[in-house]
């Protein structure tokens, strides 16, 4: 008896094209719905990921959100069951997992805000509270370390000046960049965050180091004192 042809869904053929446009240039044109829907394609394999992926995107603004986005709140999208949210999870931590490695092993040098930016976003972006971290830098603003100083409430992160210039002596930086995050808020600095980012310029000053930046990250975008003239 013959064997029956296997009937070719549409999106099987639209996922192999994704794939090969992946595989030709990365994600270049990529539309958000799309990068989510291939990376959908690998966790569930029999299944039209597109609907999912607009789904997700509808929800959760971008694909930021959807990365940063809370297990189970992942979990109420029609598609997503706890093995896919549970993906989607991983690989947000493999991203700041990658960042860290790589600044041990390899020189990471910020010479652009949008470097700063994705590297903050990777490291800090979507945690649940106030984090403070802090890198030190040589004088080509190569990475020397980074360090998560602390982690507050939602609301408020405390910063310690004498540690921060503590470490910058420790690690013979020359300049000193702070960036903390602002969860569920919006990137504009609090009257504490221009407060604290005085005492920490004028703490610095002391040893001759200079706080090159203090950068705000939240899901909505991002607030660069440097670029607002700040700490000029």
């Given at each position: 008896?013959?064997?029956?042809?296997?009937?070719?869904?549409?999106y099987e053929?639209?996922?192999?094209?994704?794939?090969?446009?992946?595989?030709?240039?990365?994600?270049?044109?990529?539309h958000?719905?799309?990068?989510?829907?291939?990376?959908?394609?690998?966790?569930?394999?029999?299944?039209?990921?597109?609907?999912?992926?607009?789904?997700?995107?509808?929800?959760?603004?971008?694909?930021?959100?959807?990365?940063?986005?809370?297990?189970?709140?992942?979990?109420?999208?029609?598609?997503?069951?706890?093995?896919?949210?549970?993906?989607?999870?991983?690989?947000r931590?493999?991203?700041?997992?990658?960042f860290?490695?790589?600044?041990?092993n390899?020189?990471?040098?910020?010479?652009?805000?949008?470097?700063?930016i994705?590297?903050?976003?990777?490291?800090?972006?979507?945690?649940?509270?106030?984090?403070?971290?802090?890198?030190?830098?040589?004088?080509?603003?190569?990475?020397i370390?980074?360090?998560?100083?602390?982690?507050?409430?939602?609301?408020?992160a405390?910063?310690?000046?004498?540690k921060?210039?503590?470490?910058?002596?420790?690690?013979?930086?020359?300049?000193?960049i702070?960036?903390?995050?602002?969860?569920?808020?919006l990137?504009?600095?609090?009257?504490?965050?221009?407060?604290?980012?005085?005492?920490?310029k004028?703490?610095l000053?002391?040893v001759?180091?200079?706080?090159?930046?203090h950068?705000?990250?939240?899901?909505?975008?991002?607030?660069?004192?440097r670029?607002?003239?700040?700490?000029d």
């Amino acid at each position: 008896m013959p064997k029956k042809e296997k009937i070719k869904k549409d999106y099987e053929g639209h996922r192999e094209r994704l794939r090969k446009r992946f595989e030709n240039s990365g994600f270049k044109a990529f539309h958000d719905y799309e990068v989510l829907e291939l990376l959908l394609s690998f966790i569930l394999p029999y299944k039209d990921t597109k609907p999912i992926a607009k789904d997700l995107l509808r929800k959760f603004k971008n694909l930021h959100g959807v990365l940063n986005a809370d297990l189970r709140e992942l979990q109420k999208t029609i598609g997503i069951k706890k093995r896919s949210a549970q993906f989607l999870k991983v690989l947000r931590a493999t991203i700041g997992y990658y960042f860290e490695q790589k600044a041990k092993n390899e020189e990471i040098q910020f010479t652009k805000l949008d470097d700063l930016i994705d590297y903050c976003n990777a490291t800090i972006g979507g945690k649940k509270n106030e984090v403070l971290c802090v890198l030190y830098l040589n004088s080509k603003n190569n990475l020397i370390q980074s360090e998560n100083l602390s982690e507050g409430t939602v609301s408020e992160a405390v910063a310690f000046p004498r540690k921060i210039v503590e470490g910058a002596l420790k690690h013979h930086a020359t300049t000193v960049i702070i960036t903390h995050n602002h969860p569920g808020g919006l990137p504009e600095p609090s009257a504490k965050d221009n407060v604290v980012t005085q005492q920490i310029k004028n703490a610095l000053q002391t040893v001759n180091i200079n706080l090159q930046e203090h950068l705000i990250i939240t899901d909505e975008g991002f607030y660069s004192y440097r670029k607002n003239g700040i700490l000029d």
